[in-house]
Every structure is written in C-alpha cells, then in structure tokens.
C-alpha cells in the first residue's frame, strides 16, 4: 500500500502561482512514477502531468504545457506540482497518484493504483 497526502491549494488570482505537494508513505517511492490530476465540477478527472520513477522523464497535458512543473524528491517521498501562470479553468481538485508499477507514460486514471483525496485550487479572474 501507498499512502498519498497532497497539501498546497488554495484562492489564488489569474496569473499567480501555486506550488501542490503530495507526501507518500508506505511503500519504496522510488518504485512508482507518478501523477497529477485535476477534476472540475461536473467534469472527468483529466491528467495533468507524469514523473518518472527516477524523474528523468516527465509528461504533461498540452492544457498546462509551459507553465506547469512537475518533480520529485524520492528521499524526501515527496511530488510537486509547480503551478505558474493560472487560469480561471485550472479551477478543480488537483489528485497525486502512484502507478501500479509501469514507468511506461500513461494518462489513463486505471493505470494509476493509489490516489490521494485532493486539494482544491481556486483561480479567480
């Protein structure tokens, strides 16, 4: 099991930023590559951004291309989202999630295995 806790959100203005954290516990973290999502009211949850397990390799959806970063810490278990540039659309719920062991990319919410419960970000325009 992975334990995942995600923790950053918030109100923030059109062009601002925000830096989401997502902690893990259980497991060797090192041993999954990891995700962010993001889920709007009334709307799929739709992939953000991909880490690999070493953190070489990263993904990104072409909504948050450029202006969103994501990077890991595996001695400090620990995911970031550096979130630039904001928009009113990236309003949602922003989820951390672990693979089931692939390192392959992938954006489908059934290849990730552990989730976390969320952290709201807010975008005012």
Do not use: H
């Amino acid at each position: 099991q992975v334990q995942l806790v995600e923790s950053g959100g918030g109100l923030v203005q059109a062009g601002g930023s925000l830096r989401l954290s997502c902690a893990a516990s259980g497991r060797t973290f090192s041993n999954y590559a990891m995700g962010w999502f993001r889920q709007a009211p009334g709307k799929e949850r739709e992939f953000v951004a991909q880490i690999s397990r070493s953190g070489g390799r990263t993904y990104y959806a072409d909504s948050v291309k450029g202006r969103f970063t994501i990077s890991r810490d595996n001695a400090k278990n620990t995911v970031y989202l550096q979130m630039n540039s904001l928009k009113p659309e990236d309003t949602a719920v922003y989820f951390c999630a672990a693979t089931s062991g692939s390192d392959s990319y992938t954006y489908l919410t059934s290849e990730y295995r552990y989730w976390g419960q969320g952290t709201q970000v807010t975008v005012s325009s």
